[in-house]
């Protein structure tokens, strides 16, 4: 099991930033993905950015070059830095970790993330 924890929503004007923590815990190895998912009212979840197997990322095209995801593998913690943010950006935030090419095996709680125009 994985236990994933986020931390750092918040409520946040066009045009600003914020970071997001996703903190590992549990049988982190041999993980294939991690990363960031969103879900907005009445809107299906949706990648955001995650990392890969070997060391590769996606994107949603929606979010290049203003998200960056990154990792600090000594805290076995995993960040999204938001910039330049939109209202559309608001959602709940959650990060998510799988062991396979396809699907998300572990789930965190989510964060909200609100954007005001």
């Known amino acids: 099991q994985v236990q994933l924890v986020e931390s750092g929503g918040g409520l946040v004007q066009a045009g600003g930033s914020l970071r997001l923590s996703c903190a590992a815990s549990?049988?982190?190895?041999?993980?294939?993905?991690m990363g960031w998912y969103r879900q907005a009212p009445g809107k299906q979840r949706e990648l955001v950015a995650r990392?890969?197997?070997?060391?590769?990322?996606n994107y949603a095209e929606s979010v290049k070059g203003r998200f960056t995801i990154s990792r600090d593998n000594a805290k076995n913690t995993v960040y999204l830095q938001m910039n330049s943010l939109k209202p559309e950006d608001t959602a709940v935030y959650y990060c998510a970790a799988g062991r396979a090419a396809v699907g998300m095996n572990y789930w965190g709680q989510g964060t909200q993330v609100t954007v005001s125009s």
């Open positions: 549990g049988s982190i190895f041999r993980l294939y993905a």
């Open positions: 990392f890969i197997s070997g060391g590769g990322t």
